[in-house]
Structure formats: C-alpha cells, structure tokens
C-alpha cells in the first residue's frame, strides 16, 4: 500500500499512466475536469474507458 498526496508530482493518475495501455480498459472515478481531460487524453488509444466525474458517484 502506498499513500498518495495526489498534488504535485505524488498523482494516482501518474502511478496508473503507465497501464493506460492500448487494448487495456479502465474504469475511473474523477475528481476534477482536469483530471477527466488528462485520463481522456491517454485513454484514447484504449479499447474500453469508462470514466465518472464526483458529482454522479454522489447522486447514484
């Protein structure tokens, strides 16, 4: 197990990048539209990614 600041250069999005591989899926949740646009930007060459933003994980 790993604690994760997530700011600066310690992001869970950078410890996961390198699985963002294609033909690999993902699933995520997202705090922020940034970090929703930089999960697009990588996930474009996946075959599956489903990504949800706080504010849906809330209401469900």
């Known amino acids: 197990m790993k604690f994760v600041s997530n700011a600066g250069t310690d992001?869970?999005?950078?410890?996961?990048?390198?699985?963002?591989?294609?033909?690999?899926?993902?699933?995520?949740?997202?705090?922020?539209?940034?970090?929703?646009?930089?999960?697009?930007?990588d996930g474009g060459k996946m075959s599956r990614v489903r990504l949800h933003g706080i504010a849906q994980v809330r209401s469900s």
């Not at 539209?33 to 930007?41: D, H, P, R, T």
Request: charged content about 20%.
């Open 11 to 41: 992001r869970v999005l950078d410890l996961v990048r390198p699985w963002l591989k294609p033909g690999h899926g993902v699933d995520m949740i997202l705090p922020s539209l940034l970090a929703f646009s930089e999960v697009l930007a």
